[in-house]
């Protein structure tokens, strides 16, 4: 219908109110785009740091351990899709550390990984996880004179890359949280408070308690620790509890090295001693595995399985092998290992987008009471279109049609906005960090100055509401520009509080575009109670008066 | 001017009646009107304020209905009180054009386009590409012959009463109807202009046009081939 696109047109160029629904629309739009896309971007960056932290698949038995996972590594290592795979060793354990109050000391209850630097380097980040680096001239000069990292040596950082395992002095890898000297600075990096506290300068006690193969408990076993380095996973769950130690030294503490298997029934051999039947392998909890890149976890994952079928049958034919692996271990891609993490941040996101829906309630009622004045006002136009020929359909579509391009126009001027703020919204993030500058309190103060000039000359014309309107406008400026000069700087995502040292700044397209549909329908929603009223209009009744 | 006597009616209206219903009050207005209007014929209906001119002539035009069962209007002999929806916006639009004493012209749109108005109504946007033009050019011709070439850009409030009421007046017989129902047209002009607009009505009368007329001034409807008088919601007289 042409004269319906022409009038709704030209309601929506010559008229400023309906301007207003258009903002609201658009101010909703780039609300939710902001909100969900940084959420998302959160959620991406927990998945990545997930499998940073565990490769693509983990195979685990927990507290009894795998035996013969040599083994089982083998046959991975000769399995299709599969690039590398790492024993661990996970429990739990206590380390005494290096401070506290003056005769206490200070015990932790930590998550154990025993781990094999080199093979675990290829299956996750564990390489670039290693927080501490030796000092390079540049950043010798911008330390304090008392600065331990000055004296840091390269080879105590660099055995987080060995853990002197089966060495003299076994080295131990802390999780970056761990220490409370160590301070997170606002460019997310981290400076141990005082300097004399680095860790790295240290050494600790770590309590294990062994679980033999039999699922029976024996009395914990302790050493001692060099701490090597500190690692960030950038996951402060991860950060927080985690230490890192050598799969050799680990299986030690617990009992899961290789040793003699005696006879379960107590039978004693010649010399009186428990017969010994054989030999009981070394044990590992998990398997961590990487595949090829582009591969889905999901098709890792049942190459994974498969090949543990195969192993589990070669260790059952094997006559030697007295101690069998379990039948059924938990094989997980890394994102269903992460389910605890992601699913609330998940939960949460959704959320937001029930709690937004009722914005767009708001925004559709405005675009309803805009709309249901304008009908009152139009109601001799609607006669005149009547009385023309036009049918009560093509009344209903002209403010359908206005209700939808307005919608569509503040949908995309929304995204746009959103968009915007979420590829800037760390520079705009660290501008509001720091004081104000002088030029924009002087704008604020200039834009006051002249709405103040603007509310006097209303009142010498005697016009109350360009007065009013003018007069709000100088408040409100003048408030902006005494906030912008008292501003000294305000961090909202502060990184000692939050997880990542960066906001995430990537538009969620596809939930942007669900939010631009949304924006619209709502618009039309509001649109139609009004364009049916339109449609109702009795022209008799419209045109017998002027 | 048409011979009245011996033309079939194009137009008719029989024992039309029609009740307004304010609040619990029932305000009848037309008690059994009847009235033929032959093709190319210009006819003034006069009578009092309140006397149901308007009502008449809205009835006439299709928009509004008698009440129902009780009287009808018939266009070439079919009640249009059968009429469907559609066939009634049709009828609005091809066979009827209304001229109003305010003008009542949309504010929002040209001289040109409000004269195009009609002839908008009704086209679809995938065909108008090819008609947009003959539209205009045909709603200028009209414009320029009612002395408004130099106004077809200008919005309604920049003209005077007269020129309003000529752009109602081209809008009104923009798709060619048979017959132009119009509400005390110059009841908002002054003397002089009123003149030049029954002047225009009379020339377009003469091309053919039929004219039903609504006024209370005695001079104005003496333009007309014939004159009816309404009162107190019959025809009373028929001059």
Same mark, same amino acid.
């Given at each position: 219908?042409?004269?319906?696109?022409?009038?709704?047109?030209?309601?929506?160029?010559?008229?400023?109110?309906?301007?207003?629904?258009?903002?609201?629309?658009?101010?909703?739009?780039?609300? !939710?785009?902001?909100?969900?896309?940084?959420?998302?971007?959160?959620?991406?960056?927990?998945?990545?740091?997930?499998?940073?932290?565990?490769?693509?698949?983990?195979? #685990?038995?927990?507290?009894?351990?795998?035996?013969?996972?040599?083994?089982?590594?083998?046959?991975?290592?000769?399995?299709?899709?599969?690039?590398?795979?790492?024993?661990?060793?996970?429990?739990?354990?206590?380390?005494?550390?290096?401070?506290?109050?003056?005769?206490?000391?200070?015990?932790?209850?930590?998550?154990?990984?025993?781990?094999?630097?080199?093979?675990?380097?290829?299956?996750?980040?564990?390489?670039?996880?290693?927080?501490?680096?030796?000092? %390079?001239?540049?950043?010798?000069?911008?330390?304090?004179?008392? %600065?331990?990292?000055?004296?840091?040596?390269?080879?105590?950082?660099?055995?987080?890359?060995?853990?002197?395992?089966?060495?003299?002095?076994?080295?131990?890898?802390?999780?970056?949280?761990?220490?409370?000297?160590?301070?997170?600075?606002?460019?997310?990096?981290?400076?141990?408070?005082?300097?004399?506290?680095?860790?790295?300068?240290?050494?600790?006690?770590?309590?294990?308690?062994?679980?033999?193969?039999?699922?029976?408990?024996?009395?914990?076993?302790?050493?001692?620790?060099?701490?090597?380095?500190?690692?960030?996973?950038?996951?402060?769950?991860?950060?927080?509890?985690?230490?890192?130690?050598?799969?050799?030294?680990?299986?030690?503490?617990?009992?899961?090295?290789?040793?003699?298997?005696?006879?379960?029934?107590?039978?004693?051999?010649?010399?009186?001693?428990?017969?010994?039947?054989?030999?009981?392998?070394?044990?590992?909890?998990?398997?961590?595995?990487?595949?090829?890149?582009?591969?889905?976890?999901?098709?890792?994952?049942?190459?994974?399985?498969?090949?543990?079928?195969?192993?589990?049958?070669?260790?059952?034919?094997?006559?030697?092998?007295?101690?069998?692996?379990?039948?059924?271990?938990?094989?997980?891609?890394?994102?269903?290992?992460?389910?605890?993490?992601?699913?609330?941040?998940?939960?949460?996101?959704?959320?937001?987008?029930?709690?937004?829906?009722?914005?767009?309630?708001? #925004?559709?009622?405005?675009?309803?009471?805009?709309?249901?004045?304008?009908?009152?006002?139009?109601?001799?136009?609607?006669?005149?279109?009547?009385?023309?020929?036009?049918?009560?359909?093509?009344?209903?579509?002209?403010?359908?049609?206005?209700?939808?391009?307005?919608?569509?126009?503040?949908?995309?001027?929304?995204?746009?906005?959103?968009?915007?703020?979420?590829?800037?919204?760390?520079?705009?993030?660290?501008?509001?960090?720091?004081?104000?500058?002088?030029? #924009?309190?002087?704008?604020?103060?200039?834009?006051?100055?002249?709405? @103040?000039?603007?509310?006097? !000359?209303?009142?010498?014309?005697?016009?109350?509401?360009?007065?009013?309107?003018?007069?709000?406008?100088?408040?409100?400026?003048?408030?902006?520009?005494?906030?912008?000069?008292?501003?000294?700087?305000?961090?909202?995502?502060?990184?000692?509080?939050?997880?990542?040292?960066?906001?995430?700044?990537?538009?969620?397209?596809?939930?942007?575009? @669900?939010?631009?549909?949304?924006?619209?329908?709502?618009?039309?929603?509001?649109?139609?109670?009004?364009?049916?009223?339109?449609?109702?209009? %009795?022209?008799?009744?419209?045109?017998?008066?002027? | 001017?048409?011979?009245?006597?011996?033309?079939?009616?194009?137009?008719?209206?029989?024992?039309?009646?029609?009740?307004?219903?304010?609040?619990?009050?029932?305000?009848?207005?037309?008690?059994?009107?009847?009235?033929?209007?032959?093709?190319?014929?210009?006819?003034?209906?006069?009578?009092?304020?309140?006397?149901?001119?308007?009502?008449?002539?809205?009835?006439?035009?299709?928009?509004?209905?008698?009440?129902?069962?009780?009287?009808?209007?018939?266009?070439?002999?079919?009640?249009?009180?059968?009429?469907?929806?559609?066939?009634?916006?049709?009828?609005?639009?091809?066979?009827?054009?209304? !001229?109003?004493?305010?003008?009542?012209?949309?504010?929002?749109?040209?001289?040109?386009?409000?004269?195009? @108005?009609?002839?908008?109504?009704?086209?679809?946007?995938?065909?108008?590409?090819?008609?947009? #033009?003959?539209?205009?050019?045909?709603?200028?011709?009209?414009?320029?012959?009612?002395?408004?070439?130099?106004?077809?850009?200008?919005?309604?409030?920049?003209?005077?009463?007269?020129?309003?009421?000529?752009?109602?007046?081209?809008?009104?017989?923009?798709?060619?109807?048979?017959?132009?129902?119009?509400?005390?047209?110059?009841?908002?002009?002054?003397?002089?202009?009123?003149?030049?607009?029954?002047?225009?009505?009379?020339?377009?009368?003469?091309?053919? @046009?039929?004219?039903?007329?609504?006024?209370?001034?005695?001079?104005?409807?003496?333009?007309? %081939?014939?004159?009816?008088?309404?009162?107190?919601?019959? !025809?009373?007289?028929?001059?």
């Amino acid at each position: 219908m042409v004269y319906a696109s022409l009038l709704s047109n030209r309601y929506l160029t010559t008229r400023v109110i309906p301007l207003i629904a258009v903002l609201a629309v658009a101010l909703n739009v780039a609300l !939710v785009v902001i909100v969900v896309s940084v959420m998302t971007g959160f959620l991406d960056m927990l998945r990545n740091s997930g499998r940073t932290l565990m490769g693509d698949v983990v195979v #685990s038995h927990e507290i009894v351990g795998i035996p013969h996972y040599q083994r089982f590594l083998e046959i991975l290592a000769e399995t299709d899709g599969v690039t590398a795979a790492s024993p661990v060793i996970e429990t739990f354990g206590l380390v005494r550390m290096p401070y506290g109050r003056e005769g206490e000391s200070r015990v932790e209850p930590v998550q154990v990984w025993g781990i094999d630097p080199r093979t675990l380097a290829e299956v996750t980040g564990y390489t670039e996880a290693i927080y501490w680096k030796a000092p %390079d001239p540049d950043r010798l000069a911008g330390m304090a004179e008392d %600065d331990p990292r000055r004296e840091a040596a390269s080879d105590r950082l660099d055995e987080a890359m060995s853990l002197n395992d089966e060495g003299a002095a076994p080295a131990m890898v802390l999780g970056i949280e761990i220490s409370p000297f160590n301070r997170r600075t606002r460019d997310g990096s981290y400076r141990p408070e005082p300097p004399a506290a680095w860790m790295p300068l240290h050494d600790v006690t770590l309590s294990l308690v062994p679980v033999s193969s039999g699922g029976r408990i024996s009395e914990p076993r302790e050493g001692r620790f060099q701490i090597a380095n500190e690692f960030q996973s950038k996951v402060y769950q991860v950060d927080s509890q985690r230490v890192m130690i050598g799969l050799a030294e680990a299986q030690r503490l617990l009992r899961m090295a290789e040793g003699p298997l005696y006879d379960p029934n107590g039978e004693l051999d010649e010399d009186g001693r428990p017969k010994r039947i054989g030999t009981s392998p070394a044990r590992a909890t998990t398997i961590l595995v990487r595949g090829v890149d582009g591969m889905a976890p999901a098709e890792i994952k049942m190459r994974v399985a498969t090949a543990y079928d195969r192993f589990l049958a070669e260790v059952r034919d094997d006559p030697e092998a007295k101690v069998k692996p379990p039948s059924f271990p938990d094989i997980q891609t890394w994102e269903e290992r992460l389910r605890d993490l992601i699913a609330p941040v998940e939960k949460e996101r959704d959320l937001m987008n029930v709690l937004f829906s009722i914005i767009y309630i708001v #925004s559709a009622g405005l675009v309803l009471s805009i709309f249901w004045a304008i009908v009152h006002e139009k109601s001799r136009d609607i006669g005149i279109l009547r009385a023309v020929g036009a049918s009560r359909l093509g009344v209903l579509w002209i403010f359908l049609r206005w209700g939808l391009v307005l919608g569509v126009i503040g949908a995309f001027v929304g995204l746009g906005i959103g968009a915007l703020v979420v590829d800037n919204i760390n520079a705009i993030h660290d501008a509001m960090g720091d004081p104000a500058p002088g030029w #924009s309190v002087a704008v604020a103060a200039a834009l006051a100055a002249a709405a @103040l000039a603007a509310t006097i !000359v209303a009142a010498v014309r005697g016009s109350l509401m360009h007065g009013l309107v003018w007069s709000l406008t100088t408040v409100l400026l003048g408030l902006v520009a005494f906030g912008l000069s008292r501003h000294e700087g305000a961090v909202m995502w502060d990184p000692s509080v939050y997880y990542f040292d960066r906001i995430p700044s990537r538009v969620d397209l596809w939930r942007a575009g @669900l939010t631009m549909i949304g924006a619209v329908v709502f618009s039309l929603l509001g649109a139609a109670i009004p364009a049916a009223k339109a449609a109702d209009v %009795d022209p008799v009744r419209a045109l017998r008066y002027e | 001017m048409s011979d009245g006597s011996r033309t079939p009616p194009l137009l008719e209206a029989v024992e039309v009646r029609k009740t307004y219903q304010l609040g619990a009050t029932e305000v009848p207005v037309l008690h059994g009107a009847s009235l033929e209007v032959r093709g190319g014929e210009w006819l003034s209906v006069m009578g009092s304020s309140g006397s149901g001119k308007s009502t008449l002539l809205h009835i006439l035009g299709g928009l509004d209905r008698a009440d129902r069962g009780r009287g009808e209007v018939r266009f070439e002999g079919a009640s249009i009180a059968r009429f469907g929806n559609r066939d009634l916006d049709r009828y609005r639009n091809r066979t009827v054009g209304f !001229v109003f004493q305010f003008y009542h012209l949309l504010p929002e749109l040209s001289v040109l386009e409000n004269a195009m @108005l009609p002839g908008l109504v009704g086209r679809v946007p995938f065909a108008w590409r090819q008609e947009r #033009s003959a539209l205009m050019s045909q709603a200028s011709d009209l414009l320029e012959r009612f002395g408004l070439a130099h106004r077809l850009r200008h919005r309604p409030r920049e003209l005077s009463g007269g020129e309003r009421q000529r752009v109602a007046i081209a809008r009104a017989l923009m798709n060619r109807p048979r017959v132009l129902l119009a509400d005390e047209p110059t009841g908002n002009l002054d003397s002089r202009t009123g003149g030049e607009i029954l002047d225009l009505l009379a020339e377009e009368h003469r091309r053919g @046009l039929g004219i039903v007329m609504v006024t209370h001034d005695a001079s104005i409807a003496e333009r007309a %081939d014939r004159t009816l008088w309404l009162r107190d919601g019959r !025809v009373v007289e028929d001059s």
